[in-house]
């Protein structure tokens, strides 16, 4: 976000207990004190009043520091269900490559293109439907009685 030179106004949210003191401290030294706002963990309805506000998620950007390439994520997950579009970093099976809701980014240590994020959020925006869409694909791919039935086959392929 600090080297974005864009004229749209940028704020980040950030829900949750991990890295919060190195993430204040690195907003700030990147001139980001502003833009960056810092929420403690939520659920229910305050997490909700989260999502109402934003227009993007953002899922995990560094699991190749990890050595992962491929990930199952719950946020993506819960983003999905939700109907909000969101942008990461790693592989994930459960959605095609051209899954149209989700923004790929490079699983390196390359700066993120802003711009880009800033494209797909208006491109996905733009159709008011996609909310519903999204929910409709996790009702059909994601959902937990469609993965214990995938779960099953495989258990009973090895008992065969």
């Keep these: 976000m600090s080297l974005y030179t864009g ?4 704020t980040l949210h950030i829900v949750g ?3 919060l ?3 204040r401290k690195l907003s700030i030294e990147l001139g980001l004190r502003n833009q960056v706002i810092f929420h403690e963990y939520a659920t229910g309805e305050e997490l909700d009043g989260y999502f109402n506000r934003c227009h993007i998620g953002v899922g995990s950007l560094g699991i190749h520091r990890k050595g992962l390439l491929e990930t199952s994520e719950l946020k993506a997950r819960e983003y ?5 579009p969101y942008i990461n970093a790693a592989i994930d099976r459960d959605y095609p490559a051209d899954f149209p809701y989700r923004l ?4 390196d240590e390359s700066p993120i293109n802003i711009d880009d994020i800033i494209s797909f959020a208006e491109a996905v925006l733009a159709d008011p439907d996609h909310p519903n869409k999204m929910r409709h ?4 791919h994601l959902d937990w009685s469609v993965k214990t039935k995938m779960l099953k086959g495989f258990l009973e392929e090895l008992v065969d």
């Design 7 to 10: 004229s749209k106004t940028l």
């Design 17 to 19: 207990k991990g890295q």
């Design 21 to 23: 003191e190195y993430l």
């Design 80 to 84: 999905c269900s939700r109907g909000f």
């Design 104 to 107: 790929m980014i490079a699983p």
């Design 137 to 140: 694909y996790a009702e059909e």
